[in-house]
């Protein structure tokens, strides 16, 4: 089974601080993605990624940025986090070969900015 | 862009009951539709999809959807709900650009 790791389950940070939030999938899968989960909007995209170096917006990029160095491997970076940032961060990966596939998401990340 | 509305943030049933989730979408072309599932404390798991293969499409644990294209609709349905259905359920959406869309969740509680 494919397996994606997120390296934090739960994080706590000050206003101002920097965060990065690393996701590891080991099934060579061309896609990755963050969203954030919150009560009542469900998932969002914040961003994705079709191949190493590549990066594409989603719906809701202010405030974070990613880098993909290597295939498996995405991180999402919050420069200067804010309150309005605290939330459920889920990372996810496909295959990539199509459009209907599914994606394997990681357990997420719980991320409280105070 | 592609989206999805959940009818109903909350869905509660006895078990034994019919389960039925709603799920609406908007998409520009033929659009590829997923249920998933999160039980507390996890990501999110595939139950089932549509590909344009069958209208009807079974996934895991007894669970079905129909694609509907003249009501833009694919709701999730189980005909006998258990306890261990208790979960958070999402309807998503993918124009195949790589990119998919979830609507914005319906928690199915199980009563006794």
């Known amino acids: 089974d494919v397996k994606v790791t997120q390296s934090s389950r739960y994080l706590v940070k000050r206003t101002g601080e920097k965060v990065f939030l690393e996701c590891v999938q080991d099934?060579?899968?061309?896609?990755m993605f963050w969203y954030r989960q919150d009560p009542g909007l469900g998932l969002r995209l914040i961003y994705f990624s079709y191949d190493v170096k590549m990066k594409e917006k989603g719906d809701i990029p202010e405030g974070y940025s990613v880098s993909r160095e290597k295939k498996e491997r995405f991180s999402l970076i919050l420069e200067s986090t804010s309150t309005n940032q605290t939330s459920m961060y889920l990372c996810?990966?496909?295959?990539?070969?199509?459009?209907?596939?599914?994606?394997?998401f990681g357990s997420g990340t719980q991320l409280s900015v105070l | 862009a592609q989206s999805v509305t959940q009818l109903g943030s909350h869905v509660s049933v006895s078990e034994g009951a019919l389960v039925l989730l709603r799920c609406n979408y908007s998409s520009s072309v033929p659009p590829y539709l997923f249920w998933y599932v999160q039980y507390p404390n996890q990501g999110l798991q595939l139950l089932l999809k549509?590909?344009?293969?069958?209208?009807l499409v079974k996934g895991i644990n007894g669970f079905e959807a129909e694609f509907k294209k003249s009501e833009t609709s694919f709701h999730l349905t189980k005909p006998s709900a258990h306890m261990s259905d208790a979960a958070e359920y999402f309807c998503?959406?993918?124009?195949?650009?790589?990119?998919?869309?979830f609507g914005a969740g319906t928690r199915l509680t199980v009563k006794p």
């Open positions: 998503a959406v993918s124009e195949g650009n790589n990119d998919m869309r």
């Open positions: 549509y590909t344009s293969a069958a209208t």
């Open positions: 099934m060579d899968h061309e896609n």
């Open positions: 996810a990966s496909s295959l990539g070969q199509g459009y209907n596939e599914k994606l394997f």
